[in-house]
């Protein structure tokens, strides 16, 4: 059952055993949406809001972007979205979120950690949200980028039920995060790894640089054991974890995601068709097989020789 076949999908995240796991997009702007929902996608896994202030000097009022945050939101009424909250630094600077030049700004106050310098910023944000979310009729959920602790997690969750958004989640993509996701996932709702830079603080690996690619390749087996342990605190909580990085576009990969426990992916327009074929031609046993034999892979080669012959 494990043959790739041509690409046939119905439109629902579910392996060949009716093991569902909702297939999503990633989004940073209107047009965005409207190509994941053309795609497919059955909902949005991670949005982007800092892609839509990459150029803003000032800090966006709430109406400018309560507008902003509808016209992405209005393709998916009914469905649900999964809304991030500024996640500004690093790669994403942010004008209006400078902080004082910093010598690595990688590991400097970035995503989340402004917020505790300057909550009201991250208040304005959730109260635009809220009032989108209402507009548009989607099932808004937010979540918190750069989280590496349960307490911060809790602090962020306070907040947003706070501002009368019903379901509150982070990323994980420090490994911190990872190794207390049992702890993380009491506070919240729900989480989401970010492949991106848990792979890159991982391996201590700038994601941009690409004399050190090999090492951020998500079919690196110490970063699918990092991933395992969160499926392992998704199933004994009951609570979703999904991926919203890199590696859940890759059809194959998204097997082994899908076996270490995670139940949503999320992954740019162009993947959503071809990983929602992917898992329907499998069982649940496949992906755990799959997942199994990544893990004791000694290489990202050997995890992706495994899992495309298997046994
Ligand atoms: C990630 O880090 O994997 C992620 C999804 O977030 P971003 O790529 O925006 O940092
Ligand atoms: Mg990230």
């Not at 996608?41 to 709430?62: I, K, N, Q």
Request: aromatic share 4%.
């Amino acid at each position: 059952a494990t043959a790739g076949g041509p690409a046939e999908w119905n439109g629902t995240g579910v392996t060949a055993d009716g093991h569902r796991v909702k297939v999503l997009g990633n989004v940073g702007s209107a047009a965005d949406a409207r190509a994941a929902a053309d795609a497919g996608a059955e909902g949005v896994g991670l949005f982007r809001t800092e892609f839509c202030y990459l150029d803003a000097s000032t800090e966006p009022t709430v109406e400018a972007q309560r507008a902003a945050y509808a016209a992405v939101l209005t393709p998916f009424a009914g469905k649900p979205v999964i809304v991030r909250t500024l996640d500004a630094g690093a790669d994403k600077p942010l004008a209006f979120l400078a902080p004082d030049t910093e010598p690595n700004p990688a590991l400097g106050v970035r995503g989340l950690r402004i917020a505790f310098d300057r909550p009201e910023i991250l208040d304005r944000q959730l109260e635009a949200i809220a009032l989108a979310a209402r507009d548009s009729g989607a099932e808004v959920s937010v979540m918190a980028p750069m989280v590496a602790t349960a307490a911060e997690a809790a602090w962020f969750a306070e907040r947003v039920h706070a501002a009368g958004i019903a379901r509150a989640g982070v990323m994980i993509e420090i490994p911190a995060a990872a190794l207390a996701a049992r702890e993380i996932l009491d506070a919240v709702d729900f989480v989401s790894i970010g492949t991106n830079d848990l792979a890159q603080y991982t391996f201590a690996a700038d994601r941009q640089l690409g004399a050190v690619a090999a090492l951020n390749d998500p079919w690196q087996p110490a970063l699918l054991r990092l991933i395992a342990l969160i499926g392992k605190a998704a199933k004994e909580t009951g609570k979703p974890a999904g991926v919203c990085g890199e590696a859940a576009a890759d059809p194959r990969l998204a097997r082994v995601l899908t076996g270490l426990g995670l139940t949503s992916l999320s992954m740019n327009a162009a993947a959503v068709r071809a990983v929602g074929a992917s898992l329907a031609a499998v069982t649940r046993e496949d992906c755990e097989a799959a997942a199994n034999a990544a893990l004791a892979a000694a290489d990202p080669a050997a995890a992706r020789q495994a899992v495309t012959n298997p046994r």
